[in-house]
């Protein structure tokens, strides 16, 4: 990689929706991301172009940090490819060195904005499901907005995921846990889906909700971790009973 495909320092898309304040720059490390690396910088290649195009399911991580989720789940799910989007290149370059070494092929680390691009570069009704695990809380105030889960996400999502595809959340976070729930099950498109959650956990390491490194020291900490998996419910479907 050289220079000039480094992204820049204040790259607006991270900025959009909120500002995030993420080091843009790739670290002076031996890691080696190999191909599994790509740097968004202000225009991004679409899913359709990062993903393979042969009906194989396609799922996104949204803040996939230093990767073991991607790490895990590519070993127990071959089949699947999972797109993680990580605003913060220097984790996004440790957990493309991961699967490169691992010699994964199913997954790929995108420096960008999740939001974002799930907004603009995603097509419609084309993931399986959408992964956050620990998103950040921003627990001030004044910094709210720039949580994921906002009330204008659930379109987000909804456009994104196709039929019954899920998204799956973790937070140690009550209030913000608090807020994914109410954000989400206010939303007409979702139900809370509490049967695949738990079968999900039952299914065990790469499946959804497999342990991430801030999971791990969370609960090495104590903290009560809150699950949750939202189903999206069919576009013709019969209106939700609710
Ligand atoms: C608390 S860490 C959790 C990392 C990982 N999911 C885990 O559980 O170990 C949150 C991560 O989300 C990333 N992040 C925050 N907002 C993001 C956004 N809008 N798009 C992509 N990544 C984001 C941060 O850079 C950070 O790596």
Same mark, same amino acid.
């Given at each position: 990689?050289?220079?000039?495909?480094?992204?820049?320092?204040?790259?607006?898309?991270?900025?959009?929706?909120?500002?995030?304040?993420?080091?843009?720059?790739?670290?002076?490390?031996?890691?080696?991301?190999?191909?599994?690396?790509?740097?968004?910088?202000?225009?991004?290649?679409?899913?359709?172009?990062?993903?393979?195009?042969?009906?194989?399911?396609?799922?996104?991580?949204?803040?996939?940090?230093?990767?073991?989720?991607?790490?895990?789940?590519?070993?127990?799910?071959?089949?699947? $490819?999972?797109?993680?989007?990580?605003?913060?290149?220097?984790?996004?370059?440790?957990?493309?060195?991961?699967?490169?070494?691992?010699?994964?092929?199913?997954?790929?680390?995108?420096?960008?904005?999740?939001?974002?691009?799930?907004?603009?570069?995603?097509?419609?009704?084309?993931?399986?499901?959408?992964?956050?695990? $620990?998103?950040?809380?921003?627990?001030?105030?004044?910094?709210?907005?720039?949580?994921?889960?906002?009330?204008?996400?659930?379109?987000?999502?909804?456009?994104?995921?196709?039929?019954?595809?899920?998204?799956?959340?973790?937070?140690?976070?009550?209030?913000?846990?608090?807020?994914?729930?109410?954000?989400?099950?206010?939303?007409?498109?979702?139900?809370?889906?509490?049967?695949?959650?738990?079968?999900?956990?039952?299914?065990?390491?790469?499946?959804?909700?497999?342990?991430?490194?801030?999971?791990?020291?969370?609960?090495?900490?104590?903290?009560?971790?809150?699950?949750?998996?939202?189903?999206?419910?069919?576009?013709?479907?019969?209106?939700?009973?609710?």
């Amino acid at each position: 990689m050289d220079g000039d495909e480094l992204p820049e320092p204040y790259n607006a898309r991270m900025h959009l929706g909120g500002k995030l304040s993420f080091r843009a720059r790739l670290k002076d490390t031996d890691e080696d991301p190999g191909d599994r690396l790509v740097l968004g910088g202000k225009n991004p290649p679409s899913l359709l172009e990062l993903c393979p195009d042969d009906g194989r399911p396609i799922e996104i991580e949204i803040g996939s940090g230093k990767g073991a989720f991607l790490v895990a789940s590519t070993e127990a799910r071959p089949e699947t $490819f999972v797109l993680g989007i990580e605003a913060a290149a220097g984790y996004a370059q440790h957990a493309a060195a991961k699967l490169h070494a691992a010699g994964r092929t199913n997954a790929l680390l995108l420096v960008d904005n999740g939001k974002l691009y799930l907004e603009d570069r995603v097509p419609e009704a084309s993931l399986t499901a959408v992964h956050v695990y $620990f998103p950040d809380p921003w627990p001030k105030r004044r910094h709210s907005g720039r949580r994921f889960f906002t009330d204008e996400v659930t379109a987000v999502l909804a456009r994104a995921i196709v039929d019954d595809g899920h998204v799956f959340v973790a937070t140690d976070n009550a209030g913000y846990g608090g807020q994914v729930a109410r954000v989400m099950g206010a939303a007409l498109d979702f139900a809370f889906d509490e049967a695949e959650r738990d079968r999900r956990i039952a299914s065990g390491p790469g499946h959804a909700f497999s342990p991430t490194n801030f999971e791990r020291k969370y609960i090495e900490e104590g903290r009560i971790i809150r699950r949750y998996a939202f189903r999206r419910l069919p576009r013709n479907g019969a209106p939700d009973p609710r």
